[in-house]
């Protein structure tokens, strides 16, 4: 048998500029039990966002590119038959990491902006290595997706603020940058007030940002 689940390596949700390649957007865990299996054609869903969104999507094992795969018009699944057959282990597991290129987003480009895009296991197919006979993966996977933007800003804290906060008020200081893919706008900037230990959170209804 041959089962499929997502990795504990699959990243984390990001934002991601259109026009990127090679973007991580799932690792798949294949397992495969009583025999070796060489798996020959992985099949992926796009579970979120539309296939204009992603120009291709690459399979690697490794450091290797096993595969590719292509959403063509409005189909949502895509079938890779593997260039390089990937042999998962008896009783072992392979990990295939899924790599998106994204399309461009702007005037006239495919991408559309603010779209969420996750890809995830459709199917598989392979041959075990002792018995020969042809062997269908099942599971799924639930990847948690990236956002596509044309560009977006990037916050750090700063640490040249020389105050605490506790005589002058001064708080916080940081500073925002715009993705290499492009300039941005700023429209609002969003504040939390943390709960320590010790006593009930402070509150203030008069805080003022300022630039510099």
Known sequence: ??????????????????????????????????????????????????????????????????????????????????????????????????????????????????????LDYLNSQGVGVNSGATIYGSGSTASAGIRIFKSFPIAALDSTLPSTGVTDGRLLEFKIAADAAGAVSIDQFNFGIGVGTGGPPATDTNINLFAF
């Open 1 to 118: 048998t041959l089962t499929v689940s997502i990795d504990s390596s699959s990243p984390p949700y990001a934002i991601v500029a259109g026009g990127m390649t090679h973007v991580t957007v799932n690792v798949l865990k294949f397992h495969a039990a009583n025999e070796p299996i060489i798996l020959q054609q992985v099949g992926l869903v796009l579970s979120n966002g539309v296939p204009a969104d992603i120009t291709q999507v690459g399979i690697w094992d490794g450091s290797t590119q096993v595969g590719t795969a292509v959403f063509t018009g409005n189909n949502t699944t895509a079938i890779s038959t593997l260039s390089t057959p990937v042999t998962v282990p008896s009783n072992s597991v392979k990990l295939l990491t899924i790599r998106a290129d994204i399309a461009t987003i702007g005037t006239g480009q495919p991408g559309t902006e603010g779209d969420l895009v996750a």
